[in-house]
């Protein structure tokens, strides 16, 4: 091995270390103006949201094959990246469109039109990583209920931070029905804990933190903090599967 100097590009990803304020900025400026400039769409107008959560996309009911009109598949697999790289704020709208990949129609096509436009405007969004007194992770987690008009499957999202930036996000389908809210985020806690206790074994042995403490996960539902602080109420939950007991 040999140094070459300080990181500024990797994987389509750029870094830019300012010292004298202690942040760390990534971003994907460029990838993110290619993929544009390569479904032309470099031209389109701007717009403020990416998706709109209270908008129900489903399934081509028709069952025409229209995806030999419009890449979507592979726009899809570039914004993939995007997502999973720099950019959190796509989780959602990306796991929405995913489920259409084998047939999707003209309405899906400009869902992802949409998100192009929203890229546009927020090119020079970056994730910043800064120096802070405490190493505490903060985690978040919350949860739809019967989201999905099709089987009524809910769909759980968290994201964790360190340092003011996100460095762990995801938003996918649960793999059970939930018979209330209280049960979708019951199932979103757990999820979120498996992940908790896999970035926190990794960050001791980066040296990060050095024992192990009470990981705290913020949730905005006081039914599933009352299930899962008291087991006493899991005679009542055991339809639930086996699972999602593990918080």
């Not at 500024?8 to 304020?21: I, K, P, Q, S, T």
């Not at 190493?135 to 809910?154: I, P, T």
């Not at 996000?169 to 209280?182: F, V, Y």
């Not at 999820?191 to 970035?199: C, P, R, Y």
């Amino acid at each position: 091995m040999k140094d070459v100097g300080e990181l500024h590009f990797f994987l389509g990803m750029e870094v830019e270390r300012n010292r004298d304020e202690r942040l760390l900025h990534i971003n994907q400026i460029k990838y993110l103006k290619e993929i544009l400039k390569r479904f032309r769409m470099e031209e389109c107008k701007p717009i403020g949201v990416p998706f709109n959560p209270k908008e129900k996309l489903q399934k081509n009911a028709n069952g025409n094959d229209e995806s030999k009109g419009f890449p979507y598949q592979e726009a899809i697999g570039s914004l993939m990246y995007a997502m999973l790289c720099t950019r959190p704020d796509l989780a959602y709208p990306i796991s929405v469109l995913s489920q259409h990949m084998v047939n999707p129609n003209m309405e899906h096509w400009m869902v992802v039109k949409q998100i192009f436009r929203y890229l546009q405007g927020t090119l020079q969004m970056k994730l910043q990583f800064g120096a802070t007194p405490s190493k505490e992770m903060l985690r978040y987690c919350d949860a739809d209920w019967g989201g999905d008009l099709e089987d009524r499957r809910s769909t759980t999202g968290f994201v964790f931070m360190i340092g003011g930036g996100a460095i762990s996000w995801s938003s996918k389908r649960q793999p059970t029905i939930a018979l209330s809210t209280m049960e979708a985020e019951y199932m979103d806690n757990t999820q979120a804990t498996k992940k908790a206790i896999w970035i926190t074994k990794l960050m001791m042995d980066l040296g990060y933190m050095e024992d192990k403490k009470v990981m705290v996960i913020r949730c905005d539902n006081q039914g599933a903090i009352s299930l899962t602080k008291n087991p006493t109420h899991h005679a009542r939950t055991k339809h639930i599967d086996v699972q999602h007991h593990f918080i």
